[in-house]
């Protein structure tokens, strides 16, 4: 793997859920990491590559909407992002990691600048909540969630540099993705996502994708 050295140490806490995971991020990582903290940091900056990644990615808003919120239910929000996580998929669909019968041709034609603003883009926009249909499905999926995810995606499933953001996702996305990981079939795979969705039945699922869906 390019860009991660994964060290995996399982907890024997009792819970089946529980393992722990340490990564450590490799030198052009952090060294995307160190850009976006120095962008952070300045105003007009910011501004302007939220600008030009919002022109470099006038072709995504095909089917990620214009400000990264889909209207397609197979295809993910990009709006509200952790930019490194959006960073290391679209590397993972050019070098082959995760399949994607579009994604795969569309990022290779990308510089690593419009990579980067594009990125800064998608995560600088709002992304709004699905409410939940069945609030029952929901509650079971939110019990689910603080067993066995809240570690990793965080209390209100934020995510952290290269861990998804869950929250307000698409539910037929989340479930897809879900699906994918437990099939380990390579068209997505992550060590740290297999081993717990191979756990996950599909009613599991189905409550998983409407809790996260309904989080702002
Ligand atoms: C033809 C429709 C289409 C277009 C155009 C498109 N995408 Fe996608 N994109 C998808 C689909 C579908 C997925 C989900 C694939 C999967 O299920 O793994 C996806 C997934 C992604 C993801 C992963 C998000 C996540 O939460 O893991 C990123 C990042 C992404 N696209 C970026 C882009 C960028 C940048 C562009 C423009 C250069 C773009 N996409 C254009 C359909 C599209
Ligand atoms: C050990 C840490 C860890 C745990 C526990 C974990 N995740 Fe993840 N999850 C990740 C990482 C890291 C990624 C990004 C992996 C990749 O690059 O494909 C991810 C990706 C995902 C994605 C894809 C998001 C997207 O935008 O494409 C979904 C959906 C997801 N996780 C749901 C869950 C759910 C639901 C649980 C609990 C049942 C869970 N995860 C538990 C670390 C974890």
């Known amino acids: 793997m390019k860009f991660r050295i994964l060290i995996l140490s399982t907890l024997l806490s009792g819970s089946a859920w529980a393992s722990n995971y340490a990564w450590i991020p490799s030198p052009p990582f952090r060294e995307l990491e160190?850009?976006?903290?120095?962008?952070?940091a300045d105003e007009v900056m910011h501004k302007a590559t939220i600008a030009a990644g919002k022109r470099a990615a006038f072709f995504c808003a095909n089917c990620h909407g214009e400000t990264g919120v889909s209207t397609l239910e197979r295809v993910p929000n990009l709006a509200g992002q952790n930019p490194l996580y959006l960073?290391?998929?679209i590397d993972k669909f050019g070098d082959g990691r995760r399949q994607d019968e579009f994604m795969g041709g569309l990022v290779k034609v990308l510089k690593?600048?419009?990579?980067?603003n594009i990125a800064v883009f998608y995560a600088s926009q709002p992304v709004p909540p699905t409410p939940a249909r069945d609030a029952r499905l929901a509650e079971t999926g939110a019990k689910l969630y603080a067993r066995a995810c809240v570690g990793c995606h965080g209390a209100k499933a934020q995510g952290s540099r290269e861990v998804a953001r869950l929250a307000g996702q698409r539910i037929g996305y989340v479930t897809t993705a879900l699906k994918n990981y437990r099939g380990a079939t390579?068209?997505?795979a992550d060590p740290r996502m297999t081993g717990?969705?191979?756990k996950l039945s599909d009613q599991d699922i189905n409550a998983l994708a409407?809790?996260?869906?309904?989080l702002p």
């Open 34 to 40: 160190a850009k976006l903290t120095r962008l952070q």
């Open 87 to 89: 960073l290391t998929q």
């Open 112 to 116: 690593p600048e419009e990579r980067f």
């Open 186 to 188: 390579g068209v997505r």
């Open 196 to 198: 717990v969705a191979k």
């Open 210 to 214: 409407m809790y996260l869906a309904s």
